[in-house]
């Protein structure tokens, strides 16, 4: 199993600066990936742009957005970004995508909200199928496709046109579960081998009181359940460890661990713990 | 710190218990129990427990476990009297108390520990304490003054709780066939004088029988006629027994502020798992559990609480309502031989399987595969499909081959004319792309339409995805002819794909032919290719549409049986696919219920896959009757060791 680290895009007290010593220190480690959520109506980056930035100080990660919400953003858009970013980087996009899981994303963005299912397997479509490629460039040639979520259709869109299944996180029973779905899913369609299995999860070993502080912001709108986010958060080398072992048993092919708070020392602490 | 005061608002055995365990672990906590019912009034009569609870019970408080155990009634044996026969299998501890000597164990350690329990209290608000325990069942008062976001709908059969004194030897189901339908029973002892005896039968046989109309009384004298054999001449007692619908209560939190809710008051299991009860203590077990670690810090608690039960909760809930589904279903089951049937009622909630069976009770399996083997060619422990054709070896799918070029899904797909076949026996999957054909091969993804490809077909002009191509209408002699021709081919089994949207589904679905005589086309092809064909004939169907719109369980199981009675020997049963955006249900083992629908409401043999990954799985479904053949997604290694014909496979989907 790979072990891709996250870039701080989300956390509070993120910089410019901070983002992309992370992408550098991980290009240095042994780092597989960098990965950054998509949010609009937060203080975050722009994922796009982030892994911009990433290719430009990395040679060797993979730049994955785990994942980014396809629906906002108009179809042709979302391509010539992701395709971008892939051809900046010299052919290292694996590009997650699915429809999110707020309304205020969607508002934000002036996007529609309804119909996001069917608009994300248009985008799949699109950019799978290289559809309109002569005109709207550069080449989509060669990205990796994930798709993420939970609900049937998720997993049917992720079979039909994707290479493999981004999971949104949860403790590694959660990751096997929805990974036993995507094998199912994937062997109903028709698909030769098996699906790439990407998961992610938080850890916090610095100030566990900032780190949580984050997690239920940023989790807030999950209602009563950010507190068994919380509740499940590895703060302790020992911990990750678990957490690492348990989602390798369950057949992850890459990992990606996001930190709660930004300061580089965080990563340095990853380092450690994994070593 | 000062003292909690804790309400705890229901006198049964999860309220009870955790005014024990909160009490034991911090005495100076003030600790009330507030029970509407005088301290002997209890409803129902005896409840069950497996040998896994009582670990944890032991653990939690080795004086009730103690007590508890030693009033056991303990047996080993499952007794399944059905068709004149009674079936016996060992192997399945259970234990059972009867209720109210549970609950009068519970009072007495409350007591000792200095409980406050106060009975005949009517609450009308929420108490006013540092934390409120919900624990007054299935239709709690204090969480219909929360907000939990409630849900309560009923399931399965309508049922009555009796009592008799006719003491059972072994956990006892008993299947009776009436004039009216199907009624069953599910009986065991809890002590040395007395059984549960727990009647259902599904509604339409309940109005039929008349029995919406009876009394309490008249109910029981009509049960006690009705099973007056099984009951030895002995009595029932009733306790207010009513006709009841079972409630399945779920919620979407099970705390609001200082209100916590456990057991029946949070989740229901229906009665047929038999784990109520133990659901009730153990989540009294967890909170007690959160509220040490947290120090008594409620919130945080209650927050343990809920992460800690929620999974292992839903999990039984998922595992009860399927067992309240089953068991209103069981008249289709009634043509099944009793080894058979008693095998499917054993194997019904997925705990127990072959091999697991093997173990518990080594003589049951070896009935059991011995009355297989007695039917078939191939020894066990490995059950032989259906039919006439030798099956030492297992048969190899061929995957999708097209009748034309024009019929392929992509370039790299093979047709009939140009297909060789593969050594030993082999599936041959015959079929038509319609209009998801001109696509790119299936390791770029699916439905990725060829830039230079090639027409399309389909019954209705409309493209099947994003940006798909769109088809024009087939001639149908056309393709009838290719497939006829085709069908002269020698193999051990000949499938027409009619499932997934394909050509040939595309006729039998509302979404994509909008006619009133769908099965025109696709009937016509199946008698065509029957006249053709000598050997064993499969028709691959989707069952289901997963759309609202589409043909519904109910509707594939017709299309299946009018394919049955047109000449089709075996259905391969599928789902979903027909439109690229339906709603499927993906896990393990996600097509065995349907096939089991279809084989034993249409009565035809049938062929199922859906992610099945073990032979243990193959040899429970087959042996249960809910397939005759079963599709193993198996790694090339272990497709080499399973064509050993001293453990064969059925099937062995080869992937490369």
Not at chain 1, 42 to 64: H, I, K
């Amino acid at each position: 199993m790979n072990i891709g680290v996250g870039l701080p895009t989300t956390t509070p007290g993120a910089t410019g600066e901070l983002l992309l010593e992370w992408a550098r220190r991980a290009d240095a480690a042994p780092f597989s990936s960098v990965a950054v959520l998509d949010r609009v109506a937060y203080d975050s980056f722009e994922p796009f742009a982030a892994l911009a930035g990433a290719a430009g100080v990395t040679r060797r990660v993979r730049l994955a957005t785990m994942i980014a919400i396809g629906p906002l953003r108009p179809t042709g858009l979302l391509a010539k970004q992701a395709a971008s970013v892939h051809q900046l980087s010299g052919g290292r996009l694996t590009l997650g995508l699915a429809v999110g899981a707020r309304t205020e994303d969607y508002e934000a963005a002036h996007a529609e909200s309804r119909g996001r299912g069917q608009k994300l397997a248009e985008q799949l479509a699109y950019i799978r199928g290289g559809v309109d490629g002569d005109r709207v460039g550069p080449s989509r040639e060669g990205i990796e496709l994930l798709v993420g979520g939970l609900s049937g259709q998720a997993f049917s869109r992720m079979a039909r046109y994707a290479d493999g299944y981004a999971h949104g996180g949860g403790p590694p029973r959660a990751f096997a579960s929805a990974a036993a779905r995507a094998e199912a899913a994937w062997k109903d369609l028709g698909r030769p081998g098996r699906p790439k299995l990407w998961g992610q999860g938080y850890f916090t070993f610095g100030d566990v009181e900032l780190g949580h502080a984050y997690l239920r912001d940023y989790y807030a709108f999950t209602g009563g359940f950010v507190e068994q986010i919380v509740a499940a958060n590895p703060t302790s080398p020992a911990a990750l460890k678990d957490f690492v072992r348990g989602y390798e048993e369950a057949g992850c092919d890459e990992l990606v661990l996001f930190s709660t708070t930004p300061e580089i020392e965080e990563f340095e602490r990853l380092q450690e713990a994994l070593a | 710190m000062p003292p909690l005061k804790v309400d705890i608002v229901g006198g049964g055995p999860g309220g009870l218990y955790l005014a024990i365990l909160l009490k034991k672990a911090e005495p100076s906590t003030d600790v009330r129990v507030l029970e509407r019912n005088a301290p002997d009034a209890t409803f129902g009569w005896g409840v069950v427990f497996s040998e896994e609870t009582l670990g944890s019970l032991r653990d939690a408080d080795p004086e009730t476990h103690l007590e508890i155990t030693e009033t056991f009634a303990r047996w080993n044996r499952l007794d399944i009297r059905f068709g004149g026969r009674e079936l016996r299998s060992t192997g399945h501890s259970f234990s059972a108390i009867a209720r109210a000597r549970l609950l009068e164990i519970l009072q007495r350690r409350c007591r000792a520990l200095g409980v406050e329990l106060d009975f005949g209290v009517e609450i009308e608000e929420l108490p006013d304490a540092d934390l409120v325990v919900g624990a007054d069942g299935a239709n709690s008062l204090i969480r219909r003054l929360g907000e939990f976001g409630t849900k309560v709908e009923p399931e399965g059969s309508k049922y009555v709780w009796f009592g008799t004194d006719l003491v059972f030897d072994a956990f006892t189901f008993i299947f009776k066939e009436t004039e009216h339908g199907l009624f069953n029973v599910h009986a065991y002892p809890y002590d040395e004088r007395m059984s549960t005896f727990i009647v259902e039968c599904p509604d339409v046989v309940w109005r039929a029988a008349g029995l919406d109309e009876l009394d309490e009384h008249e109910s029981l004298a009509f049960c006690e006629q009705l099973f007056a054999h099984d009951l030895r001449g002995r009595e029932l007692f009733s306790n207010r027994s009513l006709w009841l619908d079972f409630p399945k209560v779920t919620n979407r939190v099970w705390h609001d502020g200082r209100v916590v809710l456990v057991g029946d008051a949070a989740h229901t299991a229906h009665f047929s798992i038999g784990s109520g009860t133990k659901l009730a203590m153990e989540d009294s077990i967890a909170l007690a559990n959160g509220l040490v670690r947290r120090s008594w810090d409620v919130e945080a608690a209650i927050v343990d609480y809920e992460l800690e039960r929620a999974p292992v909760v839903e999990r039984t809930q998922a595992a009860a309502s399927d067992s309240a589904a089953y068991f209103s279903r069981m008249a289709t089951y009634t043509q099944m031989e009793p080894l058979q049937f008693a095998f499917n009622l054993l194997t019904r909630s997925g705990r127990i399987t072959h091999a697991s069976l093997g173990i518990r009770d080594p003589q049951f399996t070896r009935a059991l595969d011995s009355w297989f083997g007695g039917r078939a060619v191939s020894p066990p422990p490995a059950f032989s499909p259906w039919g006439e054709f030798p099956n030492r070896f297992s048969l190899v799918p061929s995957g999708f081959v097209a009748v034309s070029p024009e019929g392929r899904i992509s370039p790299e797909t093979p047709v009939i004319g140009e297909w060789t076949r593969p050594e030993g026996p082999v599936l041959l999957q015959l079929g038509h792309a319609g209009r998801r054909g001109s696509c790119r091969p299936a390791s770029a993804g699916r439905d990725l339409p060829l830039e230079d490809g090639w027409p399309i077909v389909a019954p209705l002009r409309v493209p099947y995805g994003p940006f798909s191509r769109v088809p024009e209408r087939p001639d149908e002699d056309e393709i009838l002819a290719q497939f006829v021709a085709a069908a002269e081919i020698d193999v051990d089994v000949l499938e027409l794909d009619m499932a997934h949207g394909y050509l040939l589904g595309s006729y039998l679905s509302p979404l994509t032919n909008p006619v009133e005589d769908r099965l025109r086309f696709p009937l016509r092809m199946l008698e065509a290719v029957r006249q053709v064909r000598r050997g064993p004939l499969a028709v691959r169907l989707s069952i289901t549409d997963w759309h609202p719109r589409g043909n519904s369980v109910d509707d594939g199981i017709a299309i299946a049986r009018a394919m049955r009675d047109a000449g089709a020997d075996l259905i391969h049963v599928e789902a979903g696919q027909t439109v690229h955006d339906d709603r499927p249900e993906y896990r393990r083992g996600f097509l065995t219920a349907l096939s089991d629908r279809v084989r034993n409401e249409a009565r035809v043999p049938t062929l199922v896959g859906g992610y099945l990954t073990t032979l243990d799985e193959a040899n429970t479904i087959v042996g249960a009757g809910r397939a005759d053949l079963v599709l193993l997604d198996l790694p090339p290694a272990q497709i080499e060791r399973s064509l050993d014909p001293s453990n064969t496979v059925l099937l062995a989907e080869v992937r490369p």
